[in-house]
């Protein structure tokens, strides 16, 4: 149980949260890093081969 | 009972209609085109799955009532699921709607495809927003008494009184769940009847074909 516990926060929840700024844009960090996420897991399902797909015959 | 009758009966022409634009094997396929082997076609049906924990969730909730889901583990829990199931959700429909944009999905008469699609994203934000006033604790208080002055400055308030507990309760519950499946079944009916989109180079070759 404390071995799953110290699972519970990875970061810290009861203070302030972290924000980034630049210019009259404002975003925290968690949500950035979901976009950051996003982009990531759009670009890999693009590039990584997908199992079982036949490779490409020499008529085609 | 003469055919001409039977032919206008509307269950007739309904029927006729319906198999005619989705027979059983347009429905259900056995198979697809190659193209359609990319990860990036998975996360329609991953929004779906999603969705699925959601709804499922979301009835667990209903039925214990919010003095569980603050005051137990097994609430907690629940809860949780519930909260991360809609991150998850939102994740992949985003990454499949960057995904249907790049391909320009909405060719060849997919528009309503394309358009349902938006619109659940909408309804979906809604249900987002609803449930995060639907809490019932201090983080829904803040996040009403927030949103209220920005929404009455609308007119909208009049109807859409995001202070008034009960009335964001149904909408979340209620209204927007129901939208958004309905609008699911729909857009995923829509991707049978018209069948998944060809690239630009398929395209090519079907005009030049013909
Ligand atoms: C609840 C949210 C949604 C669900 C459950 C969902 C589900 C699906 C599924 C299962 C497919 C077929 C498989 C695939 O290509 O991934 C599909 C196709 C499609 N989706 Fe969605 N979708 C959702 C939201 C959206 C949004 C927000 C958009 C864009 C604004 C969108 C645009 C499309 C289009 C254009 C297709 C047709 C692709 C084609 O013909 O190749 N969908 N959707």
């Given amino acids: ?60 | 009972m003469s055919t001409s009758e039977i032919d206008r009966q509307w269950t007739t022409r309904l029927r006729r209609r319906v198999e005619g634009k989705l027979p059983p094997e347009k429905l259900l396929p056995d198979t697809q085109p190659t193209y359609v082997s990319s990860w990036i076609y998975v996360f329609g049906i991953a929004t779906m799955c999603s969705l699925g924990v959601v709804i499922g969730t979301g009835c667990i909730l209903a039925l214990r009532g919010p003095q569980w889901w603050h005051g137990s583990d097994y609430g907690h829990f629940i809860n949780s699921m519930h909260l991360w199931s809609v991150e998850i959700f939102f994740f992949c429909m985003v990454i499949h709607l960057w995904g249907k944009f790049a391909m320009a999905a909405w060719r060849g008469g997919r528009a309503l495809t394309w358009m349902t699609g938006v619109v659940t994203f909408l309804v979906s934000i809604g249900a987002g927003f609803t449930g995060y006033v639907s809490q019932s604790n201090f983080d829904s208080q803040w996040i009403s008494t927030q949103a209220k002055d920005g929404i009455n400055s609308t007119g909208a308030g009049a109807y859409f009184n995001v202070l008034n507990m009960g009335q964001m309760l149904m909408w979340h519950i209620v209204l927007l769940p129901l939208g958004a499946i309905v609008l699911t079944g729909m857009h995923v009916l829509m991707v049978r009847i018209k069948g998944v989109v060809p690239p630009f180079e398929e395209e090519a070759e079907t005009e030049v074909a013909q």
């Fill in chain 1, 1 to 60: 149980m404390a071995f799953l516990l110290s699972f519970a926060a990875l970061v810290p929840l009861n203070n302030l949260g972290h924000y980034v700024q630049w210019h009259f844009l404002e975003i925290s960090v968690a949500n950035l890093m979901v976009i950051v996420l996003m982009i990531i897991t759009f670009v890999v399902a693009l590039l990584a081969p997908f199992p079982g797909r036949r490779r490409r015959k020499e008529n085609r």
